[in-house]
């Protein structure tokens, strides 16, 4: 089982295995405390469309398709969550921005459950 959650969300051993899937740091929070297994900023939107989405809602479909572009030419990268699943359950997708349905974390988990 593969979810994600708000990195500023209370953690929970429910979480099981926590992988951070920003590019950035989130602000606020000590590295310390944050409770991640493993920071896979590869796996983030790059720079140049993170930077253009902004969280524009009016560009939310074109987003999903120019980072679902992205995924699938960071196949490699996407596996390697495929492949953690085997060895952790569940798998926690922790991400920062505050739009719980508008942002990366979604659109990954989506195209995770496509492979």
Same mark, same amino acid.
């Given at each position: 089982?593969?979810?994600?959650?708000?990195?500023?969300? $209370?953690?929970?051993?429910?979480?099981?295995? *926590?992988?951070?899937?920003?590019?950035?740091?989130?602000?606020?929070?000590? $590295?310390?405390?944050? *409770?991640?297994?493993?920071?896979?900023?590869?796996?983030?939107?790059?720079?140049?469309?993170?930077?253009?989405?902004? #969280?524009?809602?009016?560009?939310?479909?074109?987003?999903?398709?120019?980072?679902?572009?992205?995924?699938?030419?960071?196949?490699?990268?996407?596996?390697?969550?495929?492949?953690?699943? $085997?060895? #952790?359950?569940?798998?926690?997708?922790?991400?920062?921005?505050?739009?719980?349905? #508008?942002?990366?974390?979604?659109?990954?988990?989506?195209?995770?459950?496509?492979?």
């Amino acid at each position: 089982m593969i979810k994600t959650k708000r990195i500023y969300e $209370k953690y929970s051993s429910e979480d099981g295995y *926590r992988i951070l899937i920003d590019r950035l740091w989130p602000r606020g929070i000590l $590295k310390n405390n944050a *409770r991640v297994n493993l920071w896979l900023k590869e796996i983030a939107p790059t720079d140049q469309l993170r930077k253009w989405f902004s #969280h524009d809602l009016k560009k939310w479909n074109a987003f999903k398709k120019k980072y679902i572009k992205e995924l699938n030419e960071n196949k490699c990268t996407v596996y390697k969550i495929k492949n953690l699943k $085997k060895e #952790h359950n569940p798998i926690t997708l922790v991400y920062a921005a505050k739009d719980e349905q #508008h942002n990366n974390a979604v659109v990954l988990l989506e195209f995770l459950d496509t492979l």
